[in-house]
């Protein structure tokens, strides 16, 4: 009989469920049945707690920490104080961004919610007791909460420690509130070209201050091993090598010695990346007491204290022709980092990637500067789902378009399409400096025009201001488009390290006899599905399937060195080290093969799964096969075993784009808006798998519609928080979340080994622009240029109430 | 997040609790739902000693429907008013506003006696019972007796309910007349920004009996007495309606919060009023 049918080469092509699949994801197996192991599932034998005592106030001098009733209560064994750790040198520790942070309040509090003591006992109970019995003695001073006030001549100074210091980490400091100006471009002819323009917009553009707030806050259990010397932190870190690193550099503890492992991690958006006092005590306090400790923070702790995002107020300029050809663009940015400057950029950019704030456009020159100012608030500045500051850097161009279409009385859509880069400018150098790979923006944008009907949602759009004017209706209908080009994938080791580490990434593979292996990765996934793509990506290199390949990440003992998962880096970096690695694997192969079938290397060729003899196809050797053969033969001039490990320095960034539309109907009687629509074009190169992609997608615009729609953390004007909690600060439940329609074009990225350029974090950047315009759209006809964000309801009350629209 | 110390009851009928309240005085504290009080015992901004937990006294459970009496047990949850169909028949508003209140999880423990007792003036159920004129029944060590819904709130989280006192019952009359219950807030989940509960009736397109009720637009529910005193009697028309909402809004007394400032809550109220006035008057 001849039944047993050779598999077709499309056949063993699916079978290994490699690039373009929708393979589902294999971690969520564990998470939809409550098996995930979190820091907080870990528990080690005598494992105390710690917890923090924090400032009530957000500006005061620390004149007396009273800790006999705490350390008197029973089930309490340690009080922490900055006196504890200034011994050990550890009562400050450097910041990401070059500056210096309190572990322990040292002499002074400078935002609500500070790290005061930190207090450790036998379980959460008897600690939160003894925070309670911890008697701080403050004497209040005058707060600065606004960053055009930090600035003033008589300005309280918040960091005294650094007050006389006229040189930063990144040049000259000129107030001791000021901590870094910096700049892009070119000034002078930039003024030239804005002075001599035909049409310039003017515009003040504030991207408010907001939060990461992921579902797991974060958290630690650091073990001192006295009798090995070795340390071992398990905790919420999104980048666990870089923590080893600058753990062993403030505490003097080999790094040999230090054991990071991140486990499963339950989302981490940028809030995840710095380092907190909470792991400099939890490892202090278990030195101390010999003991593992827990820290683990509550929702309120992680909204009030950890990292934020954004608190950008962004002054623009934008000129151009009357016909609307853009001539140059202006910049200058407050940038509010609160009381230490704890950002997570790369050294050289303490304004992280904000110079690709001219967008998808071909702008001849441009000018950027940003002044960093500290104030009372929370220290921060990550890159909430988005590569460094490039969120705002996209809104910022988004908003002047749309200031500029208006004072040119053009639609917008065409303002765009006229300005947009074109393909053939690729590889383009922008005015800012950076150099975009790849794009399509015109195919991207006029696919997006056709898909969403945009002149049939101009025509209804009319109609309804119609019904408005005649007294018919009180509803406006808003329409918002955004393109964006995001700069994603840090990056190149020339010009992107974080403290000294270049931040390139690793994949190593090893090959197990049967044929099934192991990768594991220097990037750690916190809802990503690392494990899943990462295994396709593999599948597609070396003929194995995804489900015969384990992946690993996030244990520093057993991956190789990677400076973790934030900024879209994953997929552009040690996604390219993972398919480099797979070369190594199969050349490998290809050696091994040829031996046993007695021909020359080069007389093989590559087969999806197999090598097989040119012109003879029936003559072949598997993947499977060929793993076998390498622990089992003596191969001459071969060594055993089929290994293989790549350090990925990437040449350049990737740049993913893609075109948004939010269509919104708005009551200006409630500030209620109705979502109506929301069509996401994306284009992040090659997909590799289709269905995490829309996850993706669906995630992050549900984030910017927080974000654009509600989401913020709000001070008064003494400092103290008001939306501490997940009643004010807003996260969209499914209820509000509206449904999304997802596309793509795909443009390969030229210097990616397999063309992929990430996509985690474009519907964040796209999606608060398209949010935002659809609200400024639809009070356009009445003359609105600029209302800040979160468009909140009362916000959106009060741009009709202000444009008369109420009487 | 974590709570002080404090000691836990359940007893299994209405005299051991209030002879707990009795000896405890006010160091002791009913649980109902819970859903108010935990997260304020968490955050330590109340230290309760003795923690009473009411769901153990099966008399206080459930809907009683004599004729038009309608009485419910304060360990009632919301999720029970929502699913009574006679309930539904008798007083529809009630479920129109029970599927207002917070989320499924928040209603599947919420109880009525909770929400009404605590007198948190964001919880929706005080307004509605002024709105139906509902009365409480309490009982201490005193005995059993009744207050009306529109005497029974002082200010924010101030009743006149004494110490040792627990409220076991509400009853009211079912109500006639179109309906409506309108609730503007951020999100699911979240307290009313403005809502406001109509019961009306029109005869003859004259207004002959009317009931209006506010949520979270003063340090109490505000029940709307001078705008019922206009709308009597009246022929129902835009005008009317317009001096009705007025007047309502002129009873609120909102604080500003990140909701919004007074003068954007002053004026939602008067776009929930209205909306609430016109969607009963259709349904009468």
Known sequence: MDDVKTPSREERKSALSGLGTSRKRVEDARFTQGKGNYVDDIKLKGMLFGDFVR???????????ETSAALALPGVHAVL????????????????????????????????GQEVAFVVGDDRYAVADGVSLVEVEYEELPVVTDPFKAELKDAPILREDIADQKEGAHGARRHPNHIFTWEAGEKEET????????????????????????????????????????????????????????????????????????????????NKVGVYPGYVCSIVASIVTGVPIKWVEDRMDNLMATAFARDYWMHGKISATKEGKITGLWCHTTADHGAFDACADPTKFPAGFMNICTGSYDIPVAYLAVDGVYTNKAPGGVAYRCSFRVTEASYFIERMIEVLAQKLGMDSAELRSKNFIKKEQFPYTSALGWEYDSGDYHQAWEKAMKSVNYKQLREDQAKQLQLFKDGKSRKLMGIGLSHFTEIVGAGPVKNCDILGLGMFDACEIRIHPTGSAIARLGTISQGQGHATTFAQILASEIGIPASDITLEEGDTDTAPYGLGTYGSRSTPVAGAATAMAGRKIRAKAQMIAAYLLEVHDDDLEWDVDRFSVKGAPEKFKTMK?????????????????????SYYDPPNMTYPNGAYVV??????????????????????????????IEGQVHGGLTEALAISMGQEIAYDEQGNVMTGTLMDFFIPTAWETPNYETDYTETPSPHHPIGAKGVGESPNVGGVSAFSNAVHDAFKPFGLTQAHMPHDHWRVWKIAKDLGLHS | MIPSAFTFYKPDNIEKAISLMSDFGDEARVIAGGHSLIPVMKQRLTDIKHLIDLSGINEIKGIEITGNQISIG????????????????????????????????????????????????????????????????????????????????????FTVREDDEILISISFDAPSGGYAYEKQKRKIGDYATAAAGVILKVENNMCSSASIALTNLSDTPVYCNKAVDIILGKEIDNNILTQVTEACVDQSDPVADQRGPVEFKKYVAGIVIKKALTRAIERT
């Open chain 1, 55 to 65: 400032s009530p106030v957000a500006h005061a001098r620390v004149k007396n920490i």
């Open chain 1, 81 to 112: 104080t900055a006196a504890d750790l200034e011994p050990l040198g550890l009562h400050w520790m450097p910041t990401l961004a070059g500056d210096k942070q309190m572990v322990l309040a040292d002499g002074k509090v400078l935002f609500q």
């Open chain 1, 191 to 270: 003024d030239k070209v804005l002075e001599e323009a035909e049409v310039v917009a003017d515009e003040m553009v504030y991207y408010h201050r907001t939060h990461p707030c992921p579902l797991e806050t974060c958290g630690c259990v650091a073990s001192m091993d006295k009798v090995n010397g070795k340390l071992t932190v398990w905790g919420t870190f999104q980048a666990p090598h870089a923590v080893r690193t600058v753990a062993s550099l403030i505490s003097s503890i080999p790094e040999h010695n230090i054991r990071i492992i991140s486990p499963d991690i339950g989302g981490g958006f940028g």
């Open chain 1, 625 to 645: 096969e060929i793993a076998f053969a390498s622990y089992n033969q003596a191969i001459p001039g071969v060594e055993p075993g089929l290994e293989a490990v």
């Open chain 1, 663 to 692: 269509v919104m109907e708005i009551d200006v009687d409630t500030g209620v808006s109705d979502i109506k629509q929301v069509y996401a074009l994306d284009d992040c190169g090659t997909r590799i798998n289709p269905m995490i």
């Open chain 2, 74 to 157: 304060a360990m009632t949850t919301q999720v029970e008013l929502i699913n009574n169909e006679e309930l539904f028949k008798k007083a529809p508003i009630i479920r129109e506003a029970s599927l207002q209140i917070a989320d499924p999880q928040v209603r599947n423990l919420g109880t009525i006696g909770g929400n009404v007792a605590n007198g948190d003036p964001a919880n929706d159920m005080p307004g509605l019972m002024q709105l139906l004129d509902a009365t409480y029944k309490l009982s201490g060590s005193n005995g059993v007796r009744d207050v009306k819904a529109r005497e029974f709130y002082e200010g924010a989280y």
